[in-house]
């Protein structure tokens, strides 16, 4: 088959339907007693370029499917003309001679420089080149009965004619393509910029994003992913983290605790009760992130929560160091906030870090110069705080069996709402939990 | 804390300006909230000299004519409405062109019949306090024409320091004022030894005095600095014959009891505008001399002391925990029964203070006040924590026991009171000293020098350690052999022979390059190395710290579950839902609104014992009431075609296990005690639930959209279900909240995971949602386990063979779900069949009522050959057969 065929148009296929022409097709069970309105799958095949069915938006997709009439084979492949079989008894070795074949040359020649479209073209391509009742066909049946003397002649003939056929087709074919390209195509053409979302769109919440992300970084690093209960035990969100029953810290930590109050259960006020849960449970050394939901007793406004998102990190081995907490907060910050910003830390307290910092990263919007500022981020300090972080408390380490004189720890702690606010210029808290989805919907999915 | 720089600067005259003192407190670990300058906008404002007073009467009110001299040949006519000044009496007069606090600029301006030149100024005009009661009456000694702002010394800063709760010594301008000399490295005068230069001696005692001698870095400790302290007494009076009679029944809680009185104290003195302005500024209300002067003390040394009017104590002080049924009026008015645990102050009528919390009304000092004893006091933190949390008493004084006071104190702290009230107030201080000193011995720490470079990841030598020890106010020394002897010993290492003594520690015990440490009194902060290593790098900075990365152990990555839950949240956002992550508290109403009956799991809530609003007082059993308020938000913003998902813990209340006895931290509980902790939680799975309203299809110009219905609600499980790998099996159910008749039980691996389907009308109108509201909620924990269960997929053999389709209609009884018809064929076709699609359901009256017409697509293939029209028509046949031997279903002709 020369391959201008299927070229010919670009929305027909000849492929023919693999149902109709497997082997086993067997046409009278295929279409199971539709006499009354009885089932049809819904076609796949698309409609004819400027076919009434190219309208096809039709409101009701149930409608549409259910009861479309049964409708003819629009295909190319059930008129195609298999059935001309040209006789093989009828050789006719006339039909070689030089005016006959000039003759079937002068006749197809005009039929199809005379072609009104690609349709009528493909159709006389069948009939005057291609099909096997075509003349020349015939004719070419007729060369093995001649004697081989003539043969040789009668064959250059005959591929001369064909010759000269095939290029007034592909002369027309390519005159018609190129009208086609310059009426057809210009004629289907559609407003690209009609809105297209029929399908509902869909976003990750903002504080997922940025928790994965930040998770990425560091099990990029060799870290793993901890987590823990939310109803937590008074013993892993206190006690074993240096926090004593009388601890001047707790108040600061406005707990929400379980009724009754006796039952030593809380609502975890940090997600460092996860250090405790993984010291206790695998083996040393140990390198976790723990992001997870925290609670604290706080009444929703533009700057509170009562919920709120953490992550930690939690690195025990032998000789860690205050340097290793500073390198590796300084990855932390630049999957933070980008790259190239200083950090700082600034001795601080925590029960359970001693020593213990506070971690500033240089603002990212005016870098602390006073040209750059008034600044909205920053307040003008130049600097951002971002989170806690130390050397894990010998306390801490000995209520989890670790021996503080072999290994050493750090840990590190942040408010994922607090950061996401900064890098998205969030202004009130509140958004996070309002599940408002005009602003769920503007993080998008590829956050 | 809020801290006068003047003030500071009296201790450490050298300081530079207020804002390089605050950057070197921040990185020194005092964490400068704000710098805020007072008194630098005050300009033009002079003394003058009243000459005379014409008082001007008009309708509204009489105001005055004022004649003030401003210079010796200068008098200007002032009107002034204020009435608390006479002739000859030194006042503020802002002239024109002076500028007072808030940029507002006085002009001459004629008012009253007179041309005004200028203002007679009250304190809180000139911005030095809120005494609004009238004009601002100077000493009349004060030279006329002197500038007020220079006089009353009124430009200042004031730093704003939030304090950590470890150390209590920041709260005061002693202790900042030793950080703030130790970052500029000059020299710091503890005012609290200028405190006690002329103290009546108490009996010395060496072991006593040794610590604070040490307090002062690099300062030589007189003989004095540790006077005042009269040995460690024993329970009952001081020793000393004039001092008030004390009884310290509880020494473990108040390990340090002085008492100091004075008398003939002036009713009518006036707390000078100078201290008054420091009190002020720091953020205190002036109210009398005694008061002003105990508050003066706290501000400045730390220590909180208290004014008992003496003349109102009846018989010896006793400091004791309170009875049973004991009351108190505090000083704030409120009665308060007091509990057993609570440390008082009584005398012979009962509890006169809350001990370092609040004094009691009955024993208040008055404006009549002519006699005081002042208390200064060392109590427990734990035991000051636990009664003002008790009554919910919060003061200036409970907040430094708690974080703690310096035990060392107290006799200077009171008697830097005494010398204030006497030269203020004209009173006498009584000569006896009442000093029931109980304090534990010092605390002795071996610091190995190492440990400060194992944790700072730089090396820090032995003199850097030793200096920055020091300049925190510890007392180094080297290890000593025989150090415990106490012979022999020399000055500098006498607090560490104290120190070893009591501890019985062994010298030779501590092995080379180690040092022997004895903090400071003011630091019970400092007990380990840990914390003496904080101290050393801070003060080195923790800029010095170079910068390193761990190196790690290859990590194993996420967890598959992990990746799945990932999966699923970024599945339904990519199939149109919005993540929201809601409040998970709901109220008590909630099980009802739902429908749950009390035997569901749904319905044993969790409650909350402090909530934050009593209608929201449990944890959520179930995502779906917070996708509903989140929902009806939505929708009262304007945005009714919602599809919201969310993934988070629910709690349920299991049956109450007993309380387990808290595990001891000074070792790793043992699994017995982690598990019995673990058994007393709530379960917390973790769900992911979807609600729907409105349309699931968009409205657009392609047409009105599709509306969202139960089948988009099946549809998201199955989207969860996808993203794990496993296959979920829909089966009709009527599980509350759903309706009864639209409600899809979900179920993987015979296990049943979750729901689906449109929301019951009763639970759609008690939450006001939109009709047809649809909602699935799955249960992710298990949904995960499955998945992980599951082997690894074994892949389709793929056929290159043709396939053979087959179309069948059946009807069978409405009642029939498609579910089993579909079971029935797949079982019938057998392996031949690929694929199965139902394309067409019918009712209608061309198949009879209560009837169904199913139309299915058969697929067939063979993976090894091509089939025949009668194998593919076999197979179609049998499919035929079973579906009408299990579901009556009947072959469409």
Redesign the interface.
Known sequence: MPPSTQSADPHRSDVPD??A??????PS?????PE???????SADRPEPGSAASNS?V?D?AAS??TEPDRPDPRPGSQRPSSQRGDPASVDPGALGPDRLEQVRLQASAAIATAGDLDELAALRTLHLDGRGAPLALARRALGALPPPERAEAGRRHNAATAAIRAAYEARLAELTAERDARVLVEERVDVT??G?????????P??ALS?HL?DVF?A?????AEG????????NF??L?L?P????R??HDT??????????L?RTHTSPVQIRTL?SRPL?V?VVCPG?TYR????DATH???F?QLEGL?V?E??????L???L??FAQALFGSGLAT??????FPFT?????LDVACFACRGEPARQPCRVCSDEGWIEVGGCG?V???VL????VD?ARY?GFAFGMGLERAAMIRHDVHEIRD???????F??SFG?GN | MKIVMSWLREAVPALPPAKAVADAL????F?VEAVEPVGHDLAGVVVGEVVSIEIVRTKKKDVRWVQVRVAEAATRGVICGAFNFAVGDRVAVALPGAVLPGGFTITARRTYGQLSEGMICSASELGIGDDHGGILVLPPDTPVGTDVAELLDLADDVLDIAV????GYGLSVRGIAREAAAAFGLPFDDPAEAASVPVPAGRGDDRERAVPEQTASGQTASGQAGAGQTGAGQTGAGQDAAGYPVVVEDTAACSRYVARVVTGVRPDAVTPLRLARRLALSGMRPISVPVDVTNLIMLGLGQPLHAFDRAKLSGPIVVRRAREGERLVTLDGVKRELDPEDLVIADGSGPVALAGVMGGASTEISADTTEILIEAAHFD??AV??TA?RHQLGSEASRRF??GVDPALAPAAAHAALRLLTELAGATAEAGVTDIDHRPAPRLITFPLAETA?????PYPAEIVRRRLAEVGCAVADTITGAGTGDGVGDGTEAIADAVAPAGADGDSVGDGALLVVPPSWRPDLT?P??L??EV??LEG??T??????R????????RG?RIR?AV??A??????????????VGDDTPDRLGLTSDDTRAAV????????EDAAN?RTTLLPG?F???I??IG?G?A????FET??V?RATA?AA??P??A?????DDAE?AA??A???E?PRLVAVVLTGR???A???????PATWQDAIDAAHTVAAATGVDLTVTADALTPWHPGRCARLSADGQVVGYAGELHPRVIAAYGLPARACAMELDLDTVIEIALARPPVTAPAVSTY????????LVVEAGVPVARVTEALRRGAGDLLEALTL??V?EGS?IGEGKR?L?F?LRLRAVDR????Q???AARDVAIAEATRLTGAV???
């Open positions: 693999p149902s022409a497997s082997a086993g097709g067997d069970s295929r279409r199971t007693g009354h309105a009885g089932p049809v799958r819904p938006a409101p997709r499917e259910r009609l809105p979302t029929r399908r509902p769109l869909g976003a990750r919440h504080l997922s994965d998770v099990v690093m060799g870290y793993e992913v209960p939310e109803a937590e035990h008074d013993w892993f006690e074993a240096n004593g009388d601890h001047p810290a108040s600061s929400l605790y379980v009724d009754p109050v006796g039952s030593g259960l609502l206790l050394p390198y939901r007793n706080d009444a929703v929560s009562p919920v998102g690195a081995d000789g860690i160091t205050m340097a290793d500073r390198g590796t300084e990855v700082r830390l600034r001795p601080s307290y001693e020593p213990s910092a506070e050397m408390d010998p306390n000995v209520a989890c069996g503080p050493s996070f939990v309002d599940g408002d989805v005009r769920g919907l999915t | 921040i990185r020194a670990g964490e950590t709760p470890d150390r933190p734990v924590a636990r949390r708690e974080r194992r944790l700072g990841g730089r380990r840990a914390d290593v904080e790098i801070r923790y800029d710290i170079p910068v390193t990365l761990p790690l152990p290859a990590g194993r990555g996420l967890t992990q990932r949240g970024t339904l956002a990519h199939q149109g839902y919005v993540e929201v992550l809601t409040v998970p508290f969790v409650r909350i014992a402090n909530p934050i609003a944890l996708l308020a989140a929902a938000r939505n913003r945005q075609d919602l599809a919201l988070g813990l709690f109450t309380t387990p808290t595990p931290v000074d070792r790793r509980p982690i902790l673990n007393v939680l709530p917390q699931r299809e968009p657009g110009w392609w047409g009105p959209g599709q043709p396939p053979a389709d087959r179309d069948i209609a394309f067409d019918y061309q017409s139309a697509g091509t089939l025949t029209a194998e593919a028509n072959l469409r002709t």
